[in-house]
């Protein structure tokens, strides 16, 4: 089955998310689902199956799905002062987003002096202030550890909405993913599956047979290739 996501132009220039599904490269009538924007959206794979690749396609055209909304976009391999620098833009941002009336900030003084921007712990509230209004993007929230796991139960808890991928849904830290599905709001999930990983397994097996021939030692082969189909004949 091959899964992709498709992007239709609508007349006010929004786009719209379907995800189509071929049985195969030959299939000329893939099936389509549309895939609500006022909702979250969670893409399950294992490794290789090309869930990073589908969320950088929604991430190349976020602007287009949620004109109307900020966002607030990472991977779990990212640091922390990597997720501050490419979601917070300048530290007037980060003061506007902890200020209840940001218009105050022209009739004050030194606001360096009542808001310490530069602090790491500031920006994580600017930046959790920020997705009450945000679409939250996240590769790999499996993945996630530390003081960036805590920053994410933030994010997740007040974003308006998230598109996130994961290995399943039980790699998801718990408290995470409670937080996911309590929220009030539709969730639509893509599981997607991959033959990649057994392609590399089988290269590797045909490369150490290889290499046993190459090396003069063809029995050994013989035997490791006949214990590879016996193996598989009680599978």
């Known amino acids: 089955m091959i899964k992709y996501f498709k992007f239709k132009k609508r007349p006010n220039g929004n786009r719209q998310l379907y995800l189509k599904e071929k049985k195969d490269i030959f299939d000329k009538n893939p099936k389509e689902t549309y895939i609500s924007k006022k909702g979250s959206l969670i893409i399950y794979g294992i490794e290789a199956s090309g869930k990073s690749q589908k969320l950088k396609t929604i991430v190349n055209m976020v602007d287009s ?101 994961a290995r399943g849904e039980d790699n998801i830290n718990r408290t995470i993913r409670n937080i996911m599905f309590k929220r009030r709001m539709k969730i639509s999930t893509v599981q997607l599956t991959s033959k990649a990983s057994v392609d590399a397994t089988n290269i590797l097996f045909a490369m150490f047979i290889l290499g046993l021939f190459v090396g003069g030692l063809p029995e050994m082969a013989m035997l490791v290739m006949a214990g590879r189909m016996v193996t598989k004949g009680t599978k």
């Open 65 to 165: 799905l949620w004109k109307n909304e900020t966002k607030i976009i990472f991977k779990a391999t990212d640091s922390l002062s990597e997720i501050l620098y490419k979601n917070l833009d300048n530290d007037e941002e980060t003061q506007k987003l902890l200020i209840s009336n940001p218009a105050s900030l022209d009739e004050i003084e030194d606001i360096e002096d009542i808001i310490d921007v530069k602090k790491q712990y500031v920006k994580f509230e600017a930046l959790v202030a920020k997705a009450k209004k945000s679409v939250l993007l996240i590769d790999d929230i499996d993945k996630i550890t530390g003081k960036k796991l805590e920053l994410t139960k933030d994010l997740i808890r007040n974003c308006k909405r998230y598109v996130v991928t």
